[in-house]
């Protein structure tokens, strides 16, 4: 684990959804744990299609189709906007 991929996750906000995408066969679970400890909403996607000659897990490309990336992520992109939303008429003292 390196990069700006875990230096954005340490300095995200509790809650922030992460979505990590993964090759079907490749099993990592760092930025998981990384999400737990600092109160993030980590998923992973696994859909679509690995990609390339080489047999190696982490060689692959992925190619997602559109309908079933949006199936994936607008369920969770809703829930995001919904808890903002709600966070946000809090702020601003619109809720008992």
Not at 25 to 33: A, L, T, V
Not at 75 to 89: I, T, V
Request: net charge negative; proline share 6%; charged share 25%.
């Amino acid at each position: 684990m390196h990069g700006a991929g875990l230096v954005n996750v340490l300095w995200s906000r509790p809650m922030t959804t992460i979505v990590e995408i993964f090759p079907k066969e490749r099993f990592r679970w760092g930025y998981r744990n990384l999400c737990q400890f600092v109160g993030c909403d980590w998923h992973q996607f696994r859909g679509g299609e690995d990609i390339g000659e080489d047999p190696a897990p982490n060689s692959k490309s992925k190619k997602i189709p559109y309908d079933e990336w949006m199936e994936f992520f607008a369920p969770l992109f809703n829930g995001s906007y919904a808890a903002f939303e709600e966070q946000q008429a809090v702020l601003r003292g619109e809720t008992q």
